[in-house]
Structure formats: structure tokens, C-alpha cells
């Protein structure tokens, strides 16, 4: 194979609006289902390289520091690497010792790089050894909702992330859309009129910001 070729299979990856594949892995908190690890309850799955790299001891430090926030948002948090359970166990520690940081939740040993595999994680191009950083958020229903990927060496945004959590369940709520930049409190976007009957109701409107009929704002 020339050295400048790029592999162009096909890689295996749940969608947008799939069920989240299920799996069985050892984690650092035991042998974990996904499904029944679930339990009407959001998740985040979320991959990184490998233990004891510098990005990675950032971002993982970062999920661990904020876990209460998510926690508040009924969401719970799986990492995962393609690392051993003796390595993912002395790295939590080393980060604990060295910046008082307690990685507290699940990270998967994915040594076979099944789940990896399962969900797209390993990227080719990049590396075929090691996890891109993916991001998965898994509704209650088991449904997979958002997908973000980054390369191996630009860490994730904690607010970002946070900041599409908060508007997907706001959106289940409230049957509403996010404009760009939305941020927790700002005016949401209306679902646009179907019938003509809609549409005379929402020119009658007074509680929504119209700039047209098919674009309209109001606040929660």
C-alpha cells in the first residue's frame, strides 16, 4: 500500500435516532450493561486515546469535576478506552494523587476495542489503535440523540457539551427547537404552523417574537 493511501472502508457507527447498541464490559466500577446500566436515565458515552496522556488527563479531570452537574441532569457518565482495567485503575490514581481529582465513574477497559468498534470510535485515518474522542448522548428511551467526534488531539468543550444536554432535554420538554447559541434561558424556537388553522393561531399569537410565520421565538 503507497504510504499517502487513506483507508476508505466504511465504519460501523450507531446514527442519530438509533437505538444505542447494547453491550456487556468491565469497567472500573464492575461489569456494566449498557442497557441496564441506563435505567431511565440519560448518558453520556464518551471515548478517549489512552490513559496516562496529557489531553486525556484533561478532559477526563474535566468530566470528573463537573460529574454533579451532569448528575443534576439525571445524566450519568461512561468513559472509555482501548487500555487494560490494571492500567484505567492506576491512572484514576496517579490523577488522584497528582491534582486531587477523582475520576468516579465508569470507564470502560475496551482491550478487544469491541464496544469501540460498535460505535465508530476507531477512526483509520487517525489511528487504528486507539479511540477518537466521541461523544454519545443516550436519551432514556435508549435512543441515541447526538454525536460528536473530535480528533486525537484537540480536547472536547465541557460547556459545549453541557450546553447540548441541557437543550435536547428542554427540547423534549417543552416540543420546542434551539436557535444558534442557545444558552439556558434564552427565547426558544416554535415548531412552525401545519395548517392554515395553525398558522391563524400563531398571527394571533401575542406571546411569541414572530419575524415570519415560519420563524418564531418565545421564552420558557
Known sequence: M??????????????IGDIAPNFEALTTKGKLNLHNYAKGQWLVLFSHPADFTPVCTTEMSAFALRKQEFSDLNTQLIGLSIDSIHSHIAWVQ????????????????????????????????????????????????????????????????MDEILRALKALQTSDAHKVAMPVDWQPG???????????????ARLADKEVDMVDFYLAKKSL
Open 186 to 200: 434564552d427565547p426558544v424556537i416554535v415548531p412552525p404552523p401545519k395548517t392554515l388553522e395553525d398558522l391563524d
Open 94 to 157: 496517579n490523577v488522584r494523587e497528582k491534582t486531587g481529582v477523582y475520576l468516579d465513574f465508569p470507564i470502560i477497559a475496551d482491550l478487544d476495542m469491541s464496544v469501540s468498534k460498535l460505535y465508530g470510535m476507531l477512526q483509520p485515518n487517525e489511528s487504528e489503535t486507539a479511540a477518537v474522542r466521541a461523544v454519545f448522548f443516550i436519551d432514556p428511551e435508549l435512543k441515541v440523540r447526538l454525536i460528536m467526534y473530535y480528533p486525537l488531539n484537540v480536547g472536547r468543550n
Open 2 to 15: 503507497d504510504s499517502n493511501e487513506t483507508h476508505t472502508n466504511p465504519i460501523s457507527m450507531p446514527r
